[in-house]
């Protein structure tokens, strides 16, 4: 099993900047992809940003160039650093973990506001 929990949500007005974060615990040494998707209401869930144990990164195209997606291996912790935010970012966001056999973990979710 894979335990994650996020942080770093919050309200943040139009342009301004949140930092996730996503500790993960438990079998980690199965854990190779990471990643952070988010669902606003009434929308399905999607990809934001999702990166490698190598450090390989991939981006929705929505949030490039705006968010950035990085991986501290030795605390077991992937971060969203997301700039320039604006109302349709807002959403709950959901930290990801890609184990071995591809069995997915997912944590309980932070919900990030933005105001106009």
């Known amino acids: 099993q894979v335990q994650l929990v996020e942080s770093g949500g919050g309200l943040v007005q139009a342009g301004g900047s949140l930092r996730l974060s996503c500790a993960a615990s438990g079998m980690i040494f199965s854990v190779n992809t990471m990643g952070w998707y988010r669902q606003a209401p009434g929308k399905q869930r999607e990809l934001v940003a999702d990166?490698?144990?190598?450090?390989?990164?991939t981006y929705t195209d929505s949030v490039k160039g705006r968010f950035t997606i990085s991986r501290d291996n030795a605390k077991n912790t992937v971060y969203l650093q997301m700039n320039s935010l604006n109302p349709e970012d807002a959403a709950v966001y959901y930290c990801?973990?890609?184990?071995?056999?591809?069995?997915?973990?997912w944590g309980q979710g932070t919900q990030v506001i933005v105001s106009s």
């Open positions: 990166i490698t144990i190598g450090g390989t990164s």
């Open positions: 990801r973990a890609t184990a071995a056999r591809g069995r997915l973990y």
